[in-house]
């Protein structure tokens, strides 16, 4: 109950009157005397007075008790109405005291907010109990104010807030029927009950509740003016539908604003206050035609109609609009719409409004792209998309397109269905951060290495087992596929996605600095991770959403400049004055050299690594896949996880010249019922990443990134990330960037030349009839070798020919060559070191090989059994000029060319299909070319 009001203290009780006056003095009863006569003579029976006397004596004591009686009844009546009046006063002072009270604050009544996308339609509407949009009187046509008027209080202009006939009228049908069953309320003491009485107490039929309204009544007539109070009654009143006000109902049953209503159309809403349920025109259509018609009747006996326009109004049938579902109790937006609110609450709170975005009218200006919101909502109720379902639950997923260049969130999903208004927002909730896996190998690794270290995309990292000791122990990374590929360059081995170049980059750049690096792109770090070696990997300990993923991502799309994201872009009172408007805060996060290079790298993984699948059709794309395995990291995790093969969470974040996105999926919870199979970053992430970008870029002009002055590109050997040597074999020199203060200036001397036996394959000796000196790669290796990396067979051999340790014979037969196979598919074609194949099923629907100017191409498709299978394809080459077959590259796509060829050589190619699942290995027939 409010305890304050206008006038509330003004209202002292008086003093009470007593409980009674004193009443007329009663009549004395009559005393014989006795005066000293005789006694006997008194008494004598003898002595009795006359008959007649006796009869005057009775009527005259009959008129006293008469008199006594009427007197008594006066007198009781007196009493009883002054008992009454006091009780009345006493009552009336009793409700006075308890009046709620209230100011003019609380005139203000809950008004629906409303949401804009970035074109300035409406998307969305949220409001608490009522769905208001107020207007002011001058607005209101004067149609619609006669009507109601003619309904509802005639002669509201000329009371003082209440009817004392109306009053009078009814009250005598109450005291008749012994309970409240008519009003007889004005337009002012509708207000006050609207506005000023709780919703317990509201529609309660009591003479306190009564009572209470004329007194609030009196108070409003003393505090506003009559249009004042026509106006806040006209704004405050419910007409079903869940419309409050003249305004909401217009839009709700006609689809116009209150200004464009006719004739026929007001008379239908002043019609609907006295029972918007009953005449509801969209369930009770012919209630609401009788009910109008009572009120064009009404119109017609005040003037305000003639009889003719009355027959003609009233024959007008129903003209309604579609009734709609409204906005807020559906799906649509409600993700996005979820986190503008989270925005606007704390923006309002921030700068002195009430956070309160359901009751104050606000009208938010937002971000949103309503057409992609609606594409990214068709996706996500496509189940292609995602991945299966395990054990009856839902595989979820959550993305987030930003405008990187602004900030801007364009569209986003928190999951495949919401559950209602502000439920779990999986693309922006600070509870659903996942482990992001290698996602984030270009910010804690690659980039603070290029930024800090000097580095360029062709710096050269050693992919070998190893294990480094750290405060926490020793941390042994491996690759997940099991394989090692010995010297590889940054490119490389973030195109593939290879674990240990990723930790040598971060352990040789320093975890502190690194630490620093990703802080500074905002991600969620912790003190105590400064020192934790397996961030390299995505090992965070909350690990990120999807809308924090985005945001970093797009400072590499954006030259090294981060901007704050930001879903709200102006708000406005209810009113329409601007309250706050949008200024995103920039700060620059790395150089444009090192957001460039790694830009570069990341539209390798587009173009031939991990993230094939991403392609933005017509755009050059830059991203990464992410994937976390499941955790075994606790005794629990291990046995829970025992014997299962599977992930828990994958990514996929990447941008356009244009736009960022970052894509997530997973299960909520993820245990041996629930887990992901056989899904990677680069598998539906990717491909949902592609589909949901797609729209954002149609009509828009193809750009790419351009360079800043500041890099250069140059020739390098692949093996050492120097110069090349004249020994570096052409195929191993590749054209990197490198930050021009930071270009390689020495020449590699990761090559050697050794005399080989041609029969024996080893090191010649001087007997050994053919030589041929041939380049070998020379690298460092352990005394131990547990796994030989995949370079090792580029290494020379450290024996000797054991086959001619002695002069040769006289004579010596030539040997003769076995003669090339003659074509594609070809199978006595002998490849050379390719390890067998564990199966001799054909997977391949088609393989082609096709020349171009810059070498062969060779193009391939597998049979639709696996098509849905993860391979990795080991591309073999042997030419004419070779001996044996060697290992030209590992990809994941499916196409491959070798720019390494050389004119007048014949060369011949075998691919390897290795399954990811099983280790299986399949073998391609053999192709060949001549160039």
């Known amino acids: 109950m409010k305890t304050n009001g206008p006038n509330s203290g003004n209202h002292q009780p008086g003093s009470r009157p007593s409980n009674g006056r004193p009443g007329p003095k009663r009549p004395e009863k009559d005393v014989k005397i006795y005066n000293g006569g005789d006694p006997g003579e008194h008494n004598s029976p003898s002595r009795r007075p006359p008959a007649g006397r006796k009869r ?84 209101v046509p004067d149609i619609l104010i006669q009507a109601f008027l003619a309904t509802e209080d005639t002669n509201f202009y000329d009371h003082p807030g209440i009817s004392f006939s109306g009053i009078i009228r009814s009250a005598i049908v109450n005291i008749q029927r012994g309970r409240i069953a008519q009003g007889a309320s004005t337009i002012t003491q509708q207000l006050a009950r609207n506005a000023l009485l709780d919703e317990d107490v509201r529609y309660a039929r009591s003479w306190d509740r009564k009572i209470t309204e004329i007194m609030l009544a009196l108070q409003l007539e003393n505090q506003y003016t009559k249009d004042e109070i026509l106006e806040m009654y006209l704004n405050t009143i419910s007409f079903g539908q869940g419309s409050y006000g003249v305004q909401a109902a217009s839009q709700t049953y006609f689809g116009k604003d209150v200004q464009d209503l006719t004739t026929v159309e007001a008379a239908l809403l002043a019609g609907l206050p006295q029972r918007p349920s009953g005449y509801n025109p969209f369930r009770n259509p012919e209630a609401a ?65 009430s956070p309160d975005v359901y009751r104050n009218g606000y009208r938010i200006h937002t971000t949103m792209q309503s057409g992609l919101q609606k594409h990214l909502e068709e996706l996500f109720r496509d189940p292609d998309n995602f991945p299966a379902d395990m054990n009856d639950e839902k595989a979820q997923a959550a993305i987030v397109l930003l405008d990187h260049q602004t900030g801007a969130i364009q569209g986003l999903m928190g999951g495949r269905e919401a559950t209602g208004q502000r439920s779990f927002n999986r693309a922006t909730s600070t509870s659903m951060r996942r482990q992001p896996g290698s996602a984030t190998k270009p910010i804690f690794s690659y980039a603070p290495a290029i930024e800090y270290h000097g580095k360029g995309t062709g710096a050269v990292y050693d992919d070998m087992p190893f294990s480094i000791q750290t405060a926490q122990g020793p941390y042994t990374p491996r690759n997940i596929d ?74 590499f799309a954006n030259q090294g400049v981060l901007v704050d994201s930001y879903a709200v872009a102006r708000i406005e009172d209810r009113n329409g004055n601007t309250i706050y408007e949008a200024n995103p805060q920039q700060k620059v996060a790395m150089s444009e050299e090192t957001a460039y290079m790694v830009t570069d790298m990341m539209l390798s993984v587009v173009e031939s690594g991990t993230g094939t699948r991403a392609r933005v059709p017509g755009w050059p794309t830059a991203g990464k896949t992410g994937t976390s395995q499941l955790p075994r990291t606790t005794d629990a995790e291990r046995r829970m996880f025992s014997g299962i093969s599977g992930n828990r969470d994958a990514w996929f974040a990447g941008y356009t010249s244009r736009y960022t996105a970052a894509v997530w999926m997973g299960f909520d919870i993820t245990n041996r019922e629930q887990y992901l199979q056989n899904i990677y970053g680069g598998r539906l992430p990717a491909l949902l990443f592609s589909k949901a970008m797609a729209p954002l870029h149609d009509g828009l002009e193809v750009s790419g990134f351009s360079a800043p002055s500041g890099v250069v590109s140059i020739a390098i050997d692949q093996k050492s990330g120097l110069l090349p040597s004249p020994l570096t074999p052409v195929n191993y020199i590749v054209r990197e960037l490198f930050h021009r203060n930071h270009v390689p200036t020495e020449v590699s001397e990761a090559w050697e030349q050794v005399e080989i036996c041609l029969e024996s394959g080893l090191r010649a000796t001087e007997y050994c009839p053919d030589r041929e000196t041939r380049v070998f790669l020379v690298r460092p290796l352990p005394e131990e070798l547990s796994v030989r990396p995949a370079d090792y067979d580029l290494m020379a051999p450290t024996e000797y020919c054991t086959l001619h340790t002695e002069p040769p014979e ?77 290992l030209l590259d590992t990809t994941t796509d499916y196409s491959y060319q070798d720019v390494s060829v050389e004119p007048g050589n014949e060369y011949f190619y075998q691919i390897q299909a290795v399954e990811k699942e099983s280790g299986t290995i399949y073998l391609f027939d053999t192709l060949r070319i001549t160039y």
């Open 56 to 139: 005057r004596k009775k009527r005259s004591r009959g008129k006293v008790i008469a008199l006594r009686v009427l007197k008594f009844s006066v007198v009781f009546i007196l009493v009883l109405g002054i008992a009454g009046s006091v009780f009345a006063y006493n009552y009336v002072q009793g409700l006075a005291q308890e009046l709620p009270g209230w100011t003019a604050a609380d005139m203000g009544f809950d008004v629906t907010t409303t949401f804009y996308d970035q074109d300035g339609n409406l998307i969305a509407e949220r409001h608490g109990g009522e769905n208001r949009y107020p207007v002011r009187l001058s607005e």
């Open 289 to 353: 035609l009788a009910r109008r018609s009572q009120v064009l009747g009404r119109m017609e006996a005040q003037g305000i109609i003639t009889e003719a326009e009355r027959v003609r109004l009233d024959r007008t049938p129903l003209e309604l609009t579609e009734p709609q579902t409204r906005l807020d109790e559906g799906e649509e937006f409600i993700y996005f719409i979820d986190h503008v609110i989270d925005e606007a609450e704390t923006i309002l709170e921030d700068t002195g409004y």
């Open 482 to 555: 099991g394989r090692y590929r010995g010297l590889i360059t940054m490119r490389e081995a973030l195109r593939h996605s290879i674990n240990i170049p990723a930790v040598l980059a971060m352990h040789e750049t320093g975890v502190a600095s690194a630490f620093d690096f990703a802080l500074n792109l905002g991600l969620p770090l912790l003190p105590e991770e400064r020192g934790n070696l397996a961030l390299s990997l995505g090992g965070m300990q909350h690990g990120l959403n999807p809308l924090e993923m985005a945001r970093a991502f797009g400072a």
């Open 810 to 886: 006289p004579e010596q037969p030539e040997p003769t060559e076995p003669e090339p196979g003659n074509g594609n598919g070809d199978n006595d074609l002998d490849p050379g070191d390719p390890p067998p194949s564990d199966s001799d099923e054909s997977i391949t629907s088609s393989l082609n090989i096709r020349g171009t100017d810059t070498g062969p191409v060779i193009e391939w498709s597998l049979r639709p059994p696996w098509r849905n299978r993860e391979f990795e394809f080991r591309i073999w080459r042997r030419s004419s000029t070779e001996s044996d077959a060697r």
